[in-house]
């Protein structure tokens, strides 16, 4: 570790804010890009509810529904849009912690982490939201018709998009933790079914819907992720092995 730069809990709360700060300010920008073209987002955010509306759009019951829907789907945009630079800060403050030679895998970190994110959201967007419509809308047979609110659905939209993403996570979490010594992959291995239960935990809490279905949609994912991260934290060990006997050798070349 770094331990040639510790800081006190004051220091890394202050560094804390600050990063915060930054991330904040770096959304507000991509928000302000993003509502130049809210009008397209929105079309975008829409559509994987427009099959199952009869009269063929949201409604809205306040005056300013609409501008505060435009709103929050540009701060939406601006969380995918700055999403390498809020890595990059969340980075920034974890990396002190590791070691020279860990800190060279930054941009792998940054890349993987945005990717990961957008994949998360993908998900949802392509497979959650749309078969949990079809499920949830169609259920009970088609008498009554569904108005759906621009809030109300926004709502459930925004929730269950970063929902996905942030769980997508997973694996750049626990090799970050891999890195740090607290856990390993053979403890990753021997409590898959402790993990599964967490893991389960952490589907009905974040799932907008607490409904069965939406929880096995992210549980299923989230275990794939897990088992991908086994594997990703038993390859960075060997890594850090092979490293640590190289270093090893090369000292008792030059005794």
Known sequence: MSLGDKQTLIEHLTELRSRLIRIAWGIFLGLIVCYYFSEKIFEVVRAPILPYL?????????PADKFI????????????????????????????????????IALGFILSGSLLFILGVLFSYYLMLPTAFEFLLGFGG????????IDAYLSFFLMTSLAFGLSF??????????????VSSSFL?????????VLAFVAAIVTP???????????????????I???????FEKKASKLKD??????QSWD
């Open 54 to 62: 009869p009269e063929g759009g949201l409604v809205f019951t306040g």
């Open 69 to 104: 829907a435009h709103i929050k789907v540009s701060i939406f945009g601006g969380i995918l849009l700055t999403t390498p630079f809020w890595l990059y800060q969340i980075w920034s403050f974890v990396s002190p912690a590791l070691y020279k030679k860990e800190k060279r």
């Open 142 to 149: 088609t008498m009554d018709k569904p108005m759906i609110t």
């Open 169 to 182: 996570e997973l694996p750049l979490v626990l090799v970050l933790l891999g890195m740090f010594g607290v």
């Open 189 to 197: 291995s021997k409590n898959r079914r402790y993990a599964a239960l």
């Open 209 to 227: 819907q607490p409904d069965a279905f939406s929880m096995l949609m992210m549980l299923l994912p989230l275990m794939a992720l897990y088992e």
């Open 229 to 235: 991260s086994v594997g990703l934290v038993r390859f």
């Open 246 to 251: 190289q270093t090893a050798s090369d000292a």
